[in-house]
């Protein structure tokens, strides 16, 4: 069973920039496709990058486009969100999600379609 831990979260100011970290443990890693969600207070999570296996192919959230990028390092088992130009409205706890097995592609900006959720780390972008 692979284990998700979210790491560099933190506090930064607008048009600042951050990193996340998505730490997996399970050797099957690297089989899986992996996503970026978040949610902010009274919203409903919502979907913000994803990575094939391979990392090949990816995929953002319109509000994201241009500003994040998702990659991974399947010899580290580890996931990144470099999160760049941050506005106050990227406030929101950040989470990791490995795909379900078999997952098609078009359908992984649904959060019904991962299994496995990391804690989550809270990205605050406030003057």
């Known amino acids: 069973q692979v284990q998700l831990v979210e790491s560099g979260g933190g506090m930064v100011q607008p048009g600042g920039s951050l990193r996340l970290s998505c730490g997996a443990s399970?050797?099957?890693?690297?089989?899986?496709?992996m996503g970026w969600f978040r949610q902010a207070p009274g919203k409903e999570r919502e979907f913000v990058a994803v990575?094939?296996?391979?990392?090949?192919?990816?995929d953002y959230a319109d509000s994201v486009k241009g500003r994040f990028t998702v990659s991974r390092d399947n010899t580290k088992t580890a996931v990144y969100l470099q999160m760049n130009s941050l506005k106050p409205e990227d406030t929101a706890v950040y989470y990791c999600?490995?795909?379900?097995?078999?997952?098609?592609?078009?359908?992984?900006?649904?959060?019904?379609?991962?299994?496995?959720w990391g804690q989550g780390t809270q990205v605050t972008v406030s003057s």
């Open positions: 999600a490995k795909a379900r097995e078999g997952s098609t592609w078009r359908f992984l900006r649904y959060p019904s379609r991962y299994d496995v």
């Open positions: 399970g050797r099957t890693f690297t089989s899986y496709d």
């Open positions: 990575i094939s296996w391979s990392g090949g192919s990816t």
